[in-house]
């Protein structure tokens, strides 16, 4: 990564705290959460489940609010990040509305953005082609299979000029043919726009194989426990998993989910 | 037609069967006494001869003993039960015999009872997904509207309804106003429930994700929350034309109306004319049945058109 690149931080949380209040007591979801992401960085949030990964980019995206610390996008609050359209976010299920057709769907968020007619026809073709669906605008999306679903909500989270791409374990739900496809296609798609991604997961080998980041955390207080800068170049082939220095950042992050383990 | 398709319509054919069998067998017990009175007043044989004498026993008996008199008992003027075929000669004889203007016409008085129902229908549909609306968007109006509008539907509608066309003639309006409004109370409740089921329907990733896109409240309203709830719409609707008419009928009663399927049902039961009540159900049924089967034909295009059906 270049230097100046990196001197940019397009996410940066310090002493973040987020706590529940139910009425089973207080859930401390995060807990003094420290880290900073660079502009055009890939970073993975891997850890079991409640070790607040998807809390933490939420708290990102404002759609939850911290109750300690600071935490900065694109040197703004969340929220003001937020109602500057600075993110696309790619929820767990594709949640592609089924009375739209999925040009009608990736339009969704450019209606309410306020883009021109023709704007909105440019920029689907364009995300389209991006996610590799084109001819795919007319269909419905029950006419297509969940990992073409997928892929379209991708191309509705990239169709507005927000620098930053969430995504909350997109591909949890599809099986691991199309999954390694969809990872493949990921890496080229993040190569073409320079996005900031911030991708949550439970696999090991996803996190490893995308990021040039993987931050490891652990639950019961959600906590960072590792942030390991991946040493793998950025052009990776599928096959990149079966190298020694692959299989060596794997183990440090399964080390890093040990550790968190053995706390509680 | 596929071999699943026959199979469907037999099956149709075959309990439509048994019910008119049914009703037939019934006519008999139900009629004989009847029958057997007019036998013994006509000088004939009957057995036992006296109407005192059978008054207490059973009907069963009565037709055992007396096994002539079951042809009559499907062909009385005015019996308890009509059979199948005199209900059916009575609509045929009331629908396609009669011309429209005529006062014995049925079409005349379902038209009537059917233009009520539809005003009725249209107040109550609005007046619902309004109210819906207002549930949805606002906490106060859900913990207040949402109460009154589920007692409003515990007061039996024909408590109510003589009190309603009362209150509106004293103030000057009658004919099918107060009708519409008795069947808009009745047709609007499924439609409240119904659209605040499915105005609330998108889960809260729906909702997560038109919050990133910073969209405002009617955004959200028009985009999401108001597609979603097509098909609960349209469920609500289909039991609220059928609550609709329902209204009608019962706004018809009170009044003593001379016109429409509910005067006809209290014409028929004044003069004890049987015949003309079933014909009258029958009428208020198949008219029932019309209106669900169209707005069940509006709801395939609708969703077929909104892409929703597959």
Known sequence: ?264 | MTSAGIRAVWAVLTVVGVIILFWYAASVPMNIKGVLTEFERAGEQVDPPKAVDRRDMSEFELVFDNPYAIDETWDQDRPRLPAPHQVAEELWETTVEKKITSKRSLIYHAWVTLSATMLGFAIGTGLGILLAVGIVHSRVMDLSVMPWAIVSQTIPIIALAPMIIVVLYSIGIQGIIPKAIISAYLSFFPVVVGMVKGLRSPDAMQLDLLRTYNASRSQGFWKLRLPASMPYLFTSLKIGIAASLVGAIVGELPTGAVAGLGARLLAGSYYGQTVQIWSALFAAAILAACLVGLLGVLERLVLKRMGMSQ
């Open chain 1, 1 to 264: 990564m270049s230097e100046a690149a990196s001197n940019q931080a397009v996410v940066q949380a310090q002493g973040l705290d987020l706590t529940f209040q139910t009425n089973d007591g207080p859930i401390h979801a995060l807990k003094d959460v420290n880290l900073t992401v660079d502009k055009g960085e890939f970073v993975s949030f891997i850890g079991p489940s409640g070790c607040g990964k998807t809390t933490f980019l939420r708290c990102i995206a404002a759609l939850e609010t911290p109750t300690g610390g600071t935490l900065t996008v694109n040197g703004m609050t969340p929220d003001e990040a937020r109602r500057n359209r600075a993110y696309g976010y790619v929820f767990q299920a594709a949640g592609l509305y089924p009375w739209r057709t999925i040009a009608k769907n990736i339009k969704l968020p450019l209606e309410i953005m306020g883009y021109s007619a023709a704007e909105q026809d440019e920029r689907v073709k364009n995300v389209l082609e991006l996610v590799d669906l084109e001819g795919f605008g007319g269909k419905f999306p029950w006419q297509l299979s969940g990992g073409m679903q997928q892929r379209a909500s991708i191309a509705r989270a990239l169709a507005f000029d927000a620098d930053i791409l969430l995504m909350d374990e997109p591909f949890g739900a599809l099986d691991e043919i199309v999954r390694d496809h969809l990872n493949e296609q990921l890496l080229a798609l993040w190569a073409r726009t320079e996005k900031t991604i911030g991708f949550v997961t439970h696999s090991i080998p996803e996190a490893v194989y995308l990021s040039t980041k993987i931050v490891v955390m652990s639950p019961r207080p959600g906590r960072i426990t590792d942030v390991i800068d991946s040493p793998l170049p950025k052009e990776r082939p599928l096959d990149i998993r079966d190298t020694p220095e692959f299989i060596e950042v794997a183990h440090r992050v399964r080390e890093g989910l040990r550790a968190g383990h053995t706390d509680d």
